[in-house]
C-alpha cells in the first residue's frame, strides 16, 4: 500500500518561511519523480515543484521560483519543499505527488500515480 504523508503545514505571517516533507512507503522512492501540487479555495490545482529521481533536475512554477527548494533524501524515501518568503497568495493546501514515468510531464496532475492527503498552509498578511 502506497503512501505519501505530509507534514510542516500551518499558520505563518508573510516574509516567513516554512518547510514541508513528505515521507513515501510501499513504493521504490527512488524509481518516482516527485512533486508538489497546491489548491486555494476556488481555484484550480496547481504545479508548484517537480524533482526528478535522482534529484538532478529541479522544476519550479514561475510564482514561486527563487522563493522556494524541493529537494529530496532517497536514503529517507522522503522529499522537502522549503518555503521562503511567503505570501498570503501561497495560501493553499499542499500535496505531494508521485510519478513513475520519466517521460509525462511534471506539469501536469494527470501525470502522477500517487497523492498525498494534504496539508494546510496558510499565511497571514
Known amino acids: 500500500q502506497v503512501q505519501l504523508v505530509e507534514s510542516g503545514g500551518g499558520l505563518v505571517q508573510a516574509g516567513g518561511s516554512l518547510r514541508l516533507s513528505c515521507a513515501a512507503s510501499g513504493l521504490p522512492f527512488s524509481n518516482y519523480g516527485m512533486g508538489w501540487f497546491r489548491q486555494a479555495p476556488g481555484k484550480e490545482r496547481e504545479f508548484v515543484a517537480g524533482i526528478s529521481r535522482s534529484g538532478s533536475t529541479t522544476l519550479y512554477a514561475d510564482s514561486v521560483k527563487g522563493r522556494f527548494t524541493i529537494s529530496r533524501d532517497n536514503a529517507k524515501k522522503t522529499v522537502y519543499l522549503q518555503m521562503n518568503s511567503l505570501r498570503p497568495e501561497d495560501t493553499a493546501v499542499y500535496y505531494c505527488?508521485?510519478?513513475?514515468?520519466?517521460?509525462?510531464?511534471?506539469?501536469?496532475?494527470?501525470?502522477?500515480?500517487?497523492w498525498g492527503q494534504g496539508t494546510q498552509i496558510t499565511v497571514s498578511s
Open positions: 505527488v508521485a510519478k513513475y514515468s520519466r517521460s509525462s510531464s511534471y506539469y501536469d496532475t494527470r501525470s502522477y500515480d500517487y
